[in-house]
């Protein structure tokens, strides 16, 4: 099960139970295989089985994600307007297919990866995409090492995604003006050919840091100018990461004693202002770390364990960390800077 705020970065990733499986084709949408419904018909959308699967995934979205108001807003309306538009074809209203190439600008641990699994299920489930899979891939996926390298790996890259969508993380890391060999340009310019002459079989998602991407999209107009919806991942805020770890705790069948859950709060604070903060993925990691001392601390006890005393995570279990280091810590246990 995705958890909350924080995606699973795989190579490839496949939509969650109650999508379908890897390689499948795509669902009926009946358009295709019904006979076009006449001028005085009505067509009640929330009665199709099409918009029950969306509402679902986007049930499934709420539920993984805390926060992120506008990134779920903005996805529902994409979900509306595919929607519409299966709406129309039924009714024999031609238009040009919705354009569905996508930016996620955001930080580490906001849950960019977990929005493109979702956006894959709510695309298959209208037929937009033949399986809802996620390819991920970065530059060393794409760019070769030598001439003639770059294209037959940007294609297989290609390849694997069709049908589904290719989720291409830090994007802009293709983009090296100071090198003028370098060969990420020859990437760009294939994936530019290829979302335009396969816009109903390849969704291309970019994603990476706000500030470069930006910078990234203002140096290729042309991609630019194919990729029609941008989506701003913000930072978690420090209640929302509080939420975030409550959930994450719950599901791995523990809790916070109330110490405990004061302390985490307390190490939240300090974590946020420290360097390489990544939101909801420095609070798994912290997580981690503090069932590694409760599992040290319920081992050195040397007496019976009770289920109470296996499930609680203690303020020690928290304060262990090297964020509260006073400066007594010996040299020999050093932590990350997740701590």
Request: charged share 25%; aromatic share 8%; no cysteine.
């Given at each position: ?53 969306v509402e679902r995934t986007l049930a499934s979205l709420d539920a993984e994600l805390v926060g992120l108001a ?270």
């Open positions: 099960m995705s958890q909350p705020g924080f995606g699973h970065y795989r190579a490839e990733q496949q939509a969650s139970p109650g999508a379908v499986a890897s390689g499948g084709a795509a669902p009926e949408t009946g358009d295709s295989a019904e006979a076009l419904l006449g001028d005085d018909a009505e067509l009640d959308l929330a009665r199709d089985e099409a918009t029950a699967r506008p990134v779920k807003l903005r996805v529902r309306e994409i979900a509306s307007l595919l929607l519409v538009d299966r709406a129309r074809r039924q009714f024999g209203l031609v238009s040009s297919r919705p354009t569905l190439h996508m930016s996620f600008a955001g930080g580490p641990g906001t849950g960019k990866t977990t929005v493109a699994l979702r956006m894959a299920e709510i695309l298959y489930a209208l037929g937009y995409i033949r399986t809802a899979r996620v390819h991920t891939v970065t530059r060393d996926d794409l760019v070769g090492q030598f001439i003639g390298h770059t294209a037959p790996k940007t294609k297989e890259a290609i390849a694997r995604a069709a049908g589904g969508v290719l989720f291409v993380d830090e994007a802009y890391y293709l983009f090296r003006p100071e090198n003028e060999r370098d060969y990420g340009q020859e990437v760009i310019e294939i994936l530019l050919t290829e979302m335009e002459n396969e816009r109903g079989d390849l969704v291309v998602v970019f994603a990476g840091y706000p500030d470069r991407m930006a910078t990234f999209f203002g140096a290729n107009p042309g991609l630019s100018s194919r990729v029609p919806h941008h989506i701003a991942f913000d930072d978690y805020t420090h209640p929302e990461l509080v939420q975030i770890a409550d959930l994450m705790v719950a599901e791995e069948n523990f809790r916070f004693d109330d110490q405990a859950r004061e302390a985490f709060s307390d190490y939240l604070t300090r974590r946020m202002q420290r360097p390489q903060f990544s939101n909801a993925r420095s609070v798994r990691n912290a997580v981690e770390r503090s069932r590694l001392r409760q599992a040290r601390r319920l081992v050195e006890l040397d007496r019976a364990l009770t289920r109470n005393d296996l499930i609680t995570l203690t303020a020690t279990d928290v304060y262990g960390s090297s964020l509260f280091d006073d400066g007594s810590r010996s040299a020999d246990s050093p932590e990350t800077p997740d701590g």
